[in-house]
């Protein structure tokens, strides 16, 4: 874990930017930092398809007994079992990889901000400065002469 900001601060100075998930969590004591990693790695771990695949395996250990009830034991064993436990690691990676998306579109939103500011800028070269040194020419052109 990193005291200092992988990525710097927020503009404001307000917030730090770390590369890891963990980093951004408190750390007071040796238990808090145990349950931080915990919880972190218990959500990576989970949120995997190889996670979804053991818990369908592990459900179907369920099958026959439920089969064995009837429609009522199947219908409960799809939405007691197979349901919260295999949708939940699918619904995970699904998340992980919508995460991983909307990071790649605020980083070029990012992007693309400070070139827009870089070129309103009037003292940059060939933002704003050229456009104010475009009208200033066609003024002079313009401009009657003075009597």
């Known amino acids: 874990m990193s005291d200092q900001p992988h990525f710097g601060r927020t503009r404001h100075g ?51 007994t439920a089969i064995h009830q009837g429609l009522y034991g199947i219908v409960q064993w799809v939405a007691s079992f197979f349901l919260q436990l295999v949708l939940l690691s699918v619904i995970m990676v699904g998340q992980n990889l919508q995460a991983v998306a909307s990071d790649a579109r605020a980083a070029k939103t990012f992007e693309d901000t400070e070139v827009i500011i870089d070129r309103l800028d009037t003292r940059t070269e060939g933002g704003l400065t050229e456009v104010l040194d475009r009208l200033t020419a066609l003024e002079a052109k313009v401009a009657p002469p003075a009597a």
């Open 14 to 64: 307000d917030l730090p930017v770390h590369l890891h998930v963990r980093d951004h969590l408190p750390r007071r004591n040796a238990v808090e930092r145990f349950n931080a990693w915990l919880a972190v790695w218990t959500t990576r771990v989970v949120g995997t398809m190889y996670c979804a695949y053991l818990f369908a395996v592990f459900d179907c250990l369920a099958l026959p």
